[in-house]
């Protein structure tokens, strides 16, 4: 029985859908790794502006800027965009959605990209009508992506080009890195006309006439206060000025100076070191003394380390457990990985003695449980907030103190960033390799799977709060189905709280 939350490429073909006449058609497509300033976008629209159809080519980097280029293109090519898109069905395709109990995809966690083909109509709404490519090729389709994709890449040749123009990143983080990374680069020049033709006007103007207003930037509608709430963008009519802009880019001052004020330290090495990414030399002052300070405690408990990641795609969550609990002078160990949406597998396993005893000697020697009381500054992370991915997790060490006039059940929780940050990577690494060895040097009891803790991230939803999709008889309805409830949120800077996007309507910041 075909689960209707999850319409397939059958279901939409057979959707009756209203749209209006083909008047522009785009392919775009979005990376984003691990890495900071790492995002990049590509869109090709074929459109009519000023009379002449032309293809935009525009290609947004975060470390870079944006290329603009615009190309030559023909009237027929659209036409035969829109003979596919009547033929396929397209303006349904935005419907289909993909399983995750069938997804048998490869999964990546460092890295994430989607792509996708809008359709704009000249309806008395102006719909947009737009789909996943991805989804499109899980059931099949990719055929007929290649057919579209391949007539808007076949204008892109030198011989088409008309202008290009060129703006260099304008995030003043991005411009300080640059300068410490590269400090003889010479400023990029600015931007040579490549033909002798006139260069073509692109019209962006906005006019904000109140209510919900569509991004210019992303294309998500609905928009209601003064920033997008998918991409953080500016409502255009209220961004600063190129003017603005510009003399903030310009404005001397000294790389050290730039580097302290958003608290970076002057070199990428010491960079990664502040933020916890690599060891620092040696322990500061603070993390010596705490070393350095004696503490007793009764018996141990147990011991566990948890990492937690996630991101934006779909089944992104991720959990990774390794607890060993003391009992009877030996240690039970159990393993617990979760995946998305998927059951968890549970591994029971009999600890080895030597690992056992190395662990909580190497506990008592070094004062560990002191540690608790580092925190991570997050104020010198300058990768806070860089992608839509994030981690959490650390250390807990638990005792028995009753013997020594202390409460029976004693807790220490270590954050692992916060060691790192304050000199300890030789602690961070060395804890790492026994969570690793509580599992490699013990004797595996028992496996099992088990409903997962939390919901895996659904379709444009955080984890655990996928959305079903469906008209009261229970059946898709083709572009008119709506999210019936959809989680707000609290901006942190400003306290707006009815946001629903990853950006705070009010004051553009991202969502924690």
Not at 134 to 160: N, P, R
Not at 389 to 400: A, L, M, P
Not at 466 to 490: G, H, I, M, R
């Amino acid at each position: 029985m075909q689960d209707n939350r999850y319409p397939t490429l059958k279901d939409v073909k057979a959707m009756q859908v209203d749209h209006g006449k083909l008047v522009a058609a785009e392919m775009n497509s979005r990376s984003n790794g691990m890495m900071m300033f790492s995002g990049v976008s590509d869109s090709y629209t074929l459109k009519e502006i000023d009379g002449e159809m032309v293809l935009l080519h525009l290609h947004k980097s975060d470390m870079d800027g944006t290329v603009e280029k615009l190309y030559r293109a023909d009237r027929e090519a659209l036409d035969k965009i829109a003979q596919i898109a009547d033929r396929e069905n397209l303006y349904a395709w935005g419907e289909m959605r993909i399983d995750p109990e069938k997804d048998d995809r490869p999964r990546v966690f460092d890295y994430s990209s989607s792509s996708g083909i809008r359709l704009f109509t000249d309806d008395e709404r102006g719909n947009t009508f737009s789909f996943n490519c991805d989804t499109a090729e899980f059931y099949g389709a990719g055929a007929v992506v290649k057919e579209i994709t391949d007539i808007l890449f076949s204008f892109v040749t030198d011989d088409g080009l008309i202008s290009e123009k060129q703006s260099p990143p304008t995030d003043p983080r991005v411009i300080e890195l640059k300068k410490l990374w590269f400090p003889d680069q010479k400023p990029t020049q600015e931007p040579t006309q490549v033909t002798d033709e006139p260069e073509k006007t692109i019209s962006t103007e906005f006019v904000y006439n109140g209510g919900d207003w569509k991004c210019p930037e992303c294309g998500q509608d609905g928009n209601q206060g003064k920033f997008c709430a998918n991409c953080g963008s500016w409502r255009p009519d209220l961004a600063p000025k190129k003017e603005e802009v510009k003399e903030v880019e310009t404005q001397p001052i000294q790389p050290s100076e730039a580097a302290k004020q958003m608290g970076i330290p002057g070199g990428i090495t010491e960079m990664m070191k502040t933020v916890g990414l690599m060891p620092v030399d040696k322990p500061d002052e603070q993390l010596a003394g705490l070393l350095e300070e004696k503490v007793s405690h009764g018996r141990i408990i147990s011991f566990e380390h948890i990492s937690r990641c996630g991101g934006m795609s779909i089944n992104s969550h991720r959990e990774d457990s390794t607890k060993a609990v003391w009992a009877d002078g030996g240690a039970a160990v159990t393993k617990y990985i979760q995946q998305g949406s998927y059951d968890a597998v549970v591994t029971e396993l009999k600890a080895g003695e030597k690992v056992i005893a190395e662990l909580e000697q190497y506990i008592r020697d070094n004062n560990l449980t002191n540690l608790s009381r580092l925190t991570y500054d997050r104020s010198k992370d300058p990768f806070a907030n860089m992608t839509d991915s994030w981690e959490g997790g650390g250390y807990s060490i638990v005792f028995d103190d009753s013997e020594e006039g202390g409460r029976s059940f004693v807790c220490f929780t270590l954050d692992p960033k916060a060691i790192s940050q304050h000199g300890g990577g030789e602690i961070t690494g060395k804890l790492s390799e026994f969570t690793q060895r509580l599992c490699s040097e013990s004797v595996i009891s028992s496996m099992r799977r088990e409903a997962p803790k939390t919901g895996g991230m659904g379709m444009m939803g955080p984890a655990g709060t996928a959305v079903t999709v469906s008209t009261p008889d229970n059946k898709t309805s083709a572009l008119t189905a709506q999210y019936t409830e959809q989680e707000k949120w609290e901006c942190s800077q400003c306290g707006y709280a009815e946001n629903t996007g990853k950006f705070c309507s009010s004051c553009g910041s991202p969502r924690k």
